[in-house]
Structures are given as C-alpha cells and as structure tokens.
C-alpha cells in the first residue's frame, strides 16, 4: 500500500505548481488548480522504473485497473508489482506499478500522451518526472491546441507537465515524442519554463526527489519481502 505520506505530498506539490496566488484570487479558486489525477515516474534509480498515480477522490479498483489498461497498451509496458489502495481523510485512491523503458534516455523522450489518454475524463493532469543524473531532454515542452492546454516546467532533475483538457471529444493528440532542440534558444527556454514559477522550481525538484526516494524504498521493501 502506498504510504500516505506521498498521497499527501502529491497534493501538496499539486498545489504549489499549479497555483499562482495573486490578491485578485477567489477563495475556492484553488480548488479548480489541484489535479484530478497525479502521476510520478521514476526512473534512473533502479534497474527498473516505479510509476504512481493519485486520483483527488476514491475510485473504483475497476476504474484504476481500466485506466491501467489504457496506459499499458499504449505503451507496450509490462507492468509488475502492482499495488492499488484507497486511504486518508478524503480518501484518494493511488496505484503503483513498475515497468522497463518508462523513460527513453537514449532519446530524452519523457512519454506525455500514454498518460492523457487514460485520463482524458479528467479536466486537470499533472505528470511529474523525477530522473537522478543527467537527462538529455529532447521531450514535448509547452504545447496547446483545441484539445489540451500543456504547461512544462523544470527543476533540477524533475520536469513537470500541467495538463488541462478544455475539449475532451479526441480519440489521440499525436504530441510528438521528442522534439528538435531549437538550436542557441534552448537554454533560454529552460530558463524561461523554471523562471515561470520563480524559486518554485527548486522546490519543484526538492519535492520529486523526495517523492521519488519514498517511491523507490516502498518498490524495494516489497520485493525484499516476497
């Protein structure tokens, strides 16, 4: 079962990175910049690769698998270790699972698409990458079209894409898998998706790492264990 602990540090980065408080904010305003859905992908760390995702609310384990599903043949993984659980106060219900390949290093290709599909129900999506070491990100950055609204940011080892469905009748988006650096104004981009959120993407690679490190000991104490 996966620790509460992440659950709610999930939600807490959840909130820090996708909300940006002004004076002129409502009240229940930030309720609408916290996901529906919260996935992590570790990679980098182990032989294999740990993902999770959170849901805001409790699901039916039907309804995790399905999504699963979703994810899997898309993505031609194989997935092992699968733990899915409901806990807390309000409840959330998280899946964990590992796979080989969740992250294309040869290519710096992070997979965007597997994941909007299974979720596309949702209005709000946020996938977080933590990798250790050096990535050569060659990955989708900002993107918006009829369909999907899709905000990048990076800190440290950690990238993070904020997805908001504004159209939800796609059947795929064909978002690149990796895209041309765009020559001498790739560090200015890079500089410019970290400067977005301030000092918040320090924080942003603090909280990934941190998570990541929970993920990986929980993934390694159970396979200990059998």
Do not use: C
Not at 93 to 100: G, K, R, Y
Not at 104 to 127: H, M, N, T, V
Not at 171 to 187: A, F, H, I, K, M
């Amino acid at each position: 079962m996966m620790p509460q602990t992440i659950v709610i540090m999930l939600f807490v980065l959840s909130i820090a990175f996708t909300t940006t408080p002004t004076s002129a904010q409502q009240p229940n305003q930030s309720n609408a910049n916290v996901p529906d859905v919260m996935i992590v992908v570790v990679s980098g760390v182990l032989p294999f690769d740990g993902i999770s995702y959170t849901y805001n609310s409790a699901v039916e384990k039907s309804v995790a698998e399905a999504d699963l599903r979703t994810i899997l043949e898309e993505t031609k993984w194989q997935a092992g270790d699968i733990e899915i659980s409901t806990s807390g106060t309000p409840q959330m219900t998280s899946v964990e699972f590992t796979v080989n390949g969740a992250v294309d290093w040869s290519k710096g290709a992070l997979y965007i698409e597997p994941f909007i599909l299974a979720f596309k129900r949702y209005d709000l999506i946020q996938i977080n990458y933590g990798l250790p070491g050096t990535f050569p990100f060659r990955s989708l950055r900002d993107y918006n079209d009829k369909y999907v609204d899709i905000k990048w940011s990076s800190g440290n080892t950690a990238h993070s894409y904020t997805i908001r469905i504004k159209d939800h009748n796609f059947e795929r988006l064909n978002l690149p898998l990796t895209v041309e650096p765009p020559g001498e104004s790739t560090d200015e981009e890079s500089t410019s998706a970290q400067a977005r959120g301030g000092g918040r993407t320090i924080w942003l690679g603090l909280i990934i790492a941190l998570i990541a490190g929970v993920i990986v000991f929980v993934i390694v104490s159970r396979k200990t264990q059998r």
